[in-house]
């Protein structure tokens, strides 16, 4: 467009907001390797005891564990679900097909804490324990938009023509969609599934409201900030955790680079 | 379904109102090309699942509470049948701090939204037209933070701010104050702050989505007609990304009107907003019918929000 020296501002002003976006994150890694419960400046010193002692905590690896359950199990629902509104939106034609594709975006626009009593109403009319199944039907609630989001603009950039073609040959419909149409968007589905699964991963305010007495990560987490001396101990599995995420996101752009 | 069976089905079968036979529109899927019953059976399949679920966990729930919204009390049996009572909703509509809570939510979420877009914007340019061969690379750089957990962001912030806090203890260190400052933590500000920079990556892909989509030969013919950068910049650039700009704003807008879990963690009982309220009514105060009409006020002020944001930009566009 024009001269590259008009390109500094702008670069300093990006690695200017990363370096601000990274600040917290890495004063969080600070804490988690600090020797002092508090963290205050000067650095009293570094340690790892905090990784050591989470493996002395199993109430805290639970909570890691039943997070990954959650996750696992609604982002499959979700996955699924999502791309059958998908495949029903782009290639076939019936009267409630806006309704569909309104319905599965829609739980973008609900506020969260409205879905999460909502839900809460429902579970305790019809005396449905809480517990990590409701947590995890909500997740799927919520992981459906983005599923149908992401696996709908694959499908939609997918010629029918190669469809056409299979069933011209003799395939039936389930047929054409085993074999062409999902070889096709499975790249897009394993994307959806690991966005679906970090939705879930990562969900606090409809899980406080939905745990029973099993807690995800983020729940058991909050249960623990009022203990200043457990909060170091937390981190040091966050920090962790927020390594699983990063390597499942970056599996996930390898796959869509792939394509 | 067998392959012959389903080769031979090649007249149309009369379709119902509702059925699935594929309109000529459906992107040249024929009838009598194999398209026929196997089709509408698998559609069967297709269908149910996503309705049943979105019925049962999305639909039924939100008309659940908006029946609980005109019981009077939850005494007695959940399931029995109650007189529907305006209760509720005259004594919220009566209730000034309500309406005030609601509307500085909303002036809140409408604040965080805007700085986050304006401070997106330039993040999104960089991105589309100067980061040349490494801007996938920076791109990722800049969502790590996003995908790091929502609650630990918060959290960093709680200890960014708090009086140990980091930026209190660097200042005292560098002999800037004596004294801790306790006005960083626990009010609206140090909640607008926390979400402006959760929602700063987000609000990024919506812009760089609109800016990529720019024809790059608009740019060359308004230099052939003499137009200088910032001219570029006002005529074509930024009208060309307003879709993604709107679209920004508003996927921060939204979540951020119906916040309780950051003004939990760092705004305390200064910083908290409606959805604090709605929350306490279903915890602590256990007043469900009048927290279900406090909830059904938040759901509908959303839902007109979002109509009145369609009517302005094209949803169509942030699906690409």
Known sequence: MNGRGRALPLSLYFFGLIALLYLPIAVLFLFSLNANISLSFPLKGLTLDWYEKLFDSPAVLRAARNSLVVAAGSGFAATILGTMVSILYLRYQFRAREFLMALAVLPLIVPYIVLAVALLLLFSVVNIDRSLWTVGIAHTVVALPYVVLIVASRLAGFDPILEEAAMDLGADYPTTLRRIVLPVIFPAMVSAYITAFTVSFDEFALALFLAGTEPTFPVYLFSQLRFANRLPVMIALAVLLMLVTLTLVFISERIRRAE | ?320
Do not use: C
Request: proline share 6%; no cysteine.
């Open chain 2, 1 to 320: 379904m067998g392959r012959s069976e389903s080769r031979a089905v090649t007249t149309p079968v009369p379709s119902r109102p509702s059925d699935t036979l594929p309109h000529p529109a459906a992107r040249g899927m024929g009838e009598g090309r194999g398209g026929g019953l196997d089709r509408r059976a698998t559609f069967r399949w297709l269908y149910l699942p996503p309705l049943l679920w979105l019925g049962l966990f999305f639909l039924i729930p939100l008309s659940l509470m908006a029946a609980f919204s005109f019981r009077a009390n939850i005494r007695g049996n959940l399931l029995q049948w109650w007189t529907p009572t305006l209760a509720h909703y005259t004594s919220l509509a009566a209730t000034g701090s309500y309406w005030r809570l609601l509307g500085i939510s909303a002036l809140m979420a409408f604040g965080v939204a805007t700085i986050a877009v304006i401070l997106a914007y330039p993040v999104a340019y960089f991105l589309a037209f100067r980061a040349g061969r490494r801007a996938g690379l920076y791109l990722v750089l800049l969502l790590i933070p996003f995908w790091t957990s929502y609650l630990l962001r918060v959290m960093a912030w709680k200890l960014m701010l708090g009086t140990e806090g980091v930026i209190n203890s660097f200042l005292q260190y560098v002999g800037l104050i004596q004294e801790p400052l306790t006005a960083l933590l626990y009010n609206r500000n140090a909640v607008v702050v926390t979400l402006i920079y959760v929602w700063i990556p987000f609000a990024t892909l919506p812009i760089l989505a609109a800016l990529q989509r720019i024809e790059p030969n608009l740019f060359e013919a308004a230099a052939d007609l003499g137009a200088r950068p910032f001219q570029q910049f006002r005529r074509i650039t930024l009208p060309l990304s307003l879709s993604g700009v709107f679209g920004a704003f508003f996927m921060v807008f939204i979540p951020t009107i119906g916040e309780y879990v950051t003004p939990l963690l760092v705004g305390g009982s200064r910083g908290s907003m409606y959805g604090n309220i709605i929350q306490d009514f279903f915890t602590k105060a256990a007043n469900w019918p009048l927290g279900s009409a406090l909830s059904m006020v938040m759901l509908v002020t959303t839902l007109l929000l979002v109509f009145i944001a369609t009517r302005i930009i094209n949803i169509r566009d942030l699906l690409e």
